[in-house]
């Protein structure tokens, strides 16, 4: 199995000096991700790859440590405010997207419509778990779990009688009359 790699790095426009601070998590550290701002890939298309140099600020243990990660190396270089950072959002800091919610270019590109070939990468990238690969491949549930599983079941479906919360109750919509209009 490859090892992952996940780490907060800076990427620097040796032209004009601007600066990104990010993340990222790789199975190819010679990988040349340098960012996902879209001012910093518009400097990419006009500068070249090679007028910029990303230095790796700090190697995290594993995926969650990441984003508490880059919000202190961006924290600490005041990315977000400083001029010369390509940084123009906190987005992992805490309730970031609870209070702003995504941008629309953001929902426009997670709702579609998605190309065949967008399709076919999903496809490919998703992680293959059947067979010898799934976790719980040649083991058995226990009889304890398998009555767990049973009582999670039985929560889920509705509720008969004296169990419904609705019980003896009048129906929300009882004496109410509806008129359907037709659009024409």
């Known amino acids: 199995m490859k090892k992952a790699y996940y780490f907060v790095y800076m990427t ?24 996902s701002s879209d001012e910093l890939n518009e400097d990419l298309k006009i500068y070249g790859k090679e007028n910029f140099q990303r230095v790796i600020l700090e190697d995290c243990k594993d995926i969650f440590d990441l984003a508490k990660k880059e919000s202190y190396w961006q924290d600490y270089f005041n990315a977000e405010k400083d001029d010369t950072f390509y940084n123009t959002n906190h987005w992992n800091s805490p309730n970031f997207l609870f209070k702003h919610g995504h941008t629309q270019k953001a929902k426009n590109k997670m709702k579609g419509p998605k190309t065949e070939e967008h399709k076919r990468n999903m496809r490919l990238n998703r ?33 008969k009688g004296k169990d419904n919360p609705m019980y003896g109750k009048p129906a929300w919509n009882r004496g109410k009359t509806w008129k359907y209009k037709k659009n024409r």
């Open 12 to 35: 620097t426009n040796k032209i004009n000096g601007l600066k990104y601070i990010g993340q990222h998590c790789t199975y190819n550290l010679e990988d040349e991700y340098l960012g």
């Open 127 to 159: 992680a293959d778990i059947s067979g010898e690969k799934n976790p719980m491949y040649g083991k058995k549930h226990s009889s304890d779990s398998i009555q767990k599983m049973k009582e999670g079941i039985k929560k889920k479906r509705p509720q």
